[in-house]
Antibody, heavy 128, light 106 residues
């Protein structure tokens, strides 16, 4: 079965670090960009950034550049999203998703596409 | 940043009705627009890509049209499972999503 399986929900305190993961299976993980999407409580969707597991080429949306780190370990078909110091405003559901129709666009380091396969999401709650 | 505006914000409809959702971009995105469906507690699902192409497994009652700055998603006859939030997303530049249209049951 083609799927993305995300790690479980996390409850953290402000200032703590965190890494969540997304494991792909049923397809060639190294041949597709994988992205992360934030959905804050009761809100819409935000594109955070994407990574190509084949060579770890990573592109961040300008809004998230410097706020998070995206990485991948192709040997275990896993992409990761991490924070070095969480804030209460990081409380959200985080989805990983596979990118289709990827294209280079005009912004700095811009690469865009659509998401055709989604994980179920990882809920991150940050509270003191 | 390309801003996507969706209208209406909410709709109340009955099964079997036809509905059209709108997405407007702050600048031309050519045909680089997708539509997603999200049900409560679930991840979004890709319905339409590049304005008018149905994604794999999407029923024919879903159709998309438009180019440039104005796009529509039409559901020809609402099924009970279609009541959800619908988002548009552009890939012309750094991807952005619209705020969503909630299609609720009347």
């Amino acid at each position: 079965e083609v799927q993305l399986v995300q790690s479980g929900a996390e409850v953290k305190k402000p200032g703590e670090s965190l890494k969540i993961s997304c494991k792909g299976s049923g397809y060639s993980f190294t041949n597709y960009w994988i992205g992360w999407v934030r959905q804050m409580p009761g809100k819409g969707l935000e594109w955070m950034g994407i990574i190509y597991p084949g060579d770890s080429d990573t592109r961040y949306s300008p809004s998230f550049q410097g706020q998070v780190t995206i990485s991948a370990d192709k040997s275990i078909s896993t992409a990761n999203l991490q924070w070095s110091s969480l804030k209460a405003s990081d409380t959200a559901m985080y989805y990983c998703a596979r990118v289709t129709q990827a294209r280079y666009c005009s912004g700095y380091s811009c690469l865009a596409g659509y998401f055709d396969l989604w994980g179920r999401g990882t809920l991150v709650a940050v509270s003191s | 940043e390309i801003v996507l505006t969706q209208s209406p914000a909410t709709l109340s409809l009955s099964p079997g009705e036809r509905t059209t959702l709108s997405c407007r971009a702050s600048q031309s995105v050519s045909s680089y627009l997708a539509w997603y469906q999200q049900k409560p507690g679930q991840a979004p699902r890709l319905l339409i890509y590049d304005a008018s192409n149905r994604a794999t497994g999407i029923p024919a009652r879903f159709s998309g049209s438009g180019s440039g700055t104005d796009f529509t998603l039409t559901i020809s006859s609402l099924e009970p499972e279609d009541f959800a939030v619908y988002y548009c997303q552009q890939r012309y530049n750094w991807p952005t999503f619209g705020p969503g249209t909630k299609v609720g049951i009347k």
